[in-house]
């Protein structure tokens, strides 16, 4: 059996023609975002989803799937996770990075160990990845996921380390 490999997960909808944005976790979008891919969905029920449009919006991905014709329909796919099966393995070197699954819920701490809060979501952006943390409060602070700020993840104990400049904790509140 192949293992299954997450290509993207549908994000909100974008205009009035079902097309939704995606968070793309493939490092070939090009090859396997193509009209006419078929996928298997995390929910299952959503699915299998036939890709009929792609394209590109200031460097967001934007799909459209049969079936799917208004934004109504869209609204509907919101939050699924887009699946493959791949013998030769998804991305080989997608251990270099962090897919958001790995990541969700971990407490996020300060490098001195005072609590931030939780990993909500991991943004992927074509410059830098962003982590999404709730505070305590409810409170969203977005912090740059890169080496500066965010020093050390710990999968064992399940612990970001963060190492924020003065302020940007602040500007969730």
Same mark, same amino acid.
């Given at each position: 059996?192949?293992?299954? *490999? ?7 909808? !974008? ?9 793309? !976790? ?12 078929? *996928? ?24 459209? *799937? ?39 819920? *971990? ?15 991991? !943004? ?50």
């Amino acid at each position: 059996m192949s293992p299954t *490999f997450v290509v993207a997960r549908v994000g909100k909808p !974008h205009g009035l023609r079902g097309e939704v944005t995606v968070q793309v !976790h493939t490092d070939d979008p090009e090859a396997r975002l193509t009209p006419g891919a078929r *996928f298997d969905t995390d929910p299952a029920p959503r699915g299998p989803l036939t890709l009929a449009t792609v394209r590109q919006h200031q460097g967001t991905y934007l799909l459209g *799937f049969e079936g799917h014709p208004d934004r109504t329909a869209a609204e509907a796919l919101r939050g699924t996770r887009l699946l493959v099966d791949d013998d030769a393995g998804e991305d080989e070197d997608a251990d270099e990075g962090w897919r958001e699954d790995d990541l969700l819920g *971990f407490t996020v701490v300060q490098v001195d160990g005072r609590p931030v809060g939780e990993v909500a979501a991991l !943004h992927v952006r074509p410059v830098q990845d962003l982590l999404e943390v709730r505070t305590p409060s409810g409170a969203v602070v977005l912090v740059p996921f890169v080496e500066e700020l965010v020093p050390e993840v710990d999968e064992e104990r399940r612990t970001v380390v963060v190492d924020p400049p003065p302020g940007l904790l602040e500007l969730g509140e």
